[in-house]
């Protein structure tokens, strides 16, 4: 990968990285290190992540690189670069629905999205201030949390959900962060943190996995990930839960990856690109996933304890880690620039479209759009005590007893972003202008042949029947 070039005092990508690392920096976030775990465990392990990495690749690596050839292609908003790929093709600019379909649930995404992004936040406090107590003790490299019991660590979650007016708080703090980034510009900011911060952030959560390997039950971990469950995973739940992840943790759905193809130069082999992008945030997942769980089943926490998951899970392998204090302080730390990365993203589409077709200045599109997302999000947040009662969707199957933040995460991973996924296949598959299309992907030959027959076959019909067997589970 080229570095960056000093042109008058100011670092400059080569444009051919930038895409990657800004689409790598969208799609590496709280997806993989926090849902992907929970939604394995929620659903057995195996079989949900044989499906999920199948969703991957047969389904979500084909339409990002649909996605990112409409933002290259177009060069402007999401909606902006659907509508004129469709003018170009003449087609309908109602194609475009897929990435107003996209800016909806991708900001709606951000409501709650913060809301966890804000638990990380207060990790990072009580850490620093383990970390800053540790080292007036004479000890900076003792574990984490050395005055605490296992069970003290494991109530910290509990303990943060029982102060409403604490979590508004941390999800304010990270919403104004995003703001801010997002007012400035996104370019600048997020290539920097992804250049530097990203690859800190893979070794330590490398070495984090060895550790959590040699000290917990990997054994039980691993049989949990990857023991093939072919039952369960015919089960509807288990289908569309993966396909939602698969979507979620590349940031699909007619968002980020338009968005951010526009970064792409014309001498990105975006076929290439969709490729390593996938990968790496696929090998983050599955790490993630050897990190936390040994430690579910050593501490004996249960795998679908939910979204407090990996919140109960590493504090207690940083408590018993040599310098546990310093490493998870350091682990809090880039876990918040993977989120910020990801969180810009989400809210740069619909700043991107504002900007874009109202004239509005950057600024004010994002603290416009930054109200509204702490104000809805406020139900995410709520959901763990004031609000903890309410169903908004019972008469949704499978959202029965879902409370607003399942049901945000899950109407939007699990049906929005996939629906929105389904026009994109069918649009690039179908009515684009194909010699139009087919030159963007870069790709040639048989590649292209597969990318054809998945985009225009596979994935219209895949996930035609992941979303009607979601919502009819009773059909099979
Ligand atoms: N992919 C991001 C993550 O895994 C979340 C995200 C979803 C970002 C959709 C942009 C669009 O954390």
Redesign the pocket.
Known sequence: MAGPTSTAGRAQWSSKAAFILAATG???????LWRFPTEAGNNGGGAFVMLYVLCVVLIALPLLLAESLIGRHGQKSTIGSAVQLARQSRASPAWSLMAVIGLIA?TA?LTF?CVVAGWVVYFIGVSGADLVGAASAGEPLRGAFAERSTDQIREIMPTLFADPALLVGLQLAFVATTVWIVARGVKGGIEKAATWLMPAFFLLLIGITVYAALTGDFAAAATFLFTPDFERALNPAVLSSALGQAF????L?G??MIAYGAYASRDTNLGQTSGVIAFADTGVAIIAGLAIFPIVFSVGLSPDAGPTLMFQTLPAAFHVMPGGALVGLAFFVLAFFAALT?SV??LEISVGWITEKFGASRVMASVGVGVLVFLVGLLSALSFNLLADQRPIPFVPGFENANWFDAIDGVTGRLLLPLSGLITAVFIGWVADRKLVDAETGLSGAGLAAWRFLIAWLCPLAVTAILVLGLFPQIL
């Open positions: 969208s799609a590496v976030g709280l997806g993989n991708n995404i999205y979620f943790s590349l940031s759905g968002g980020a990801s993203s989400l």
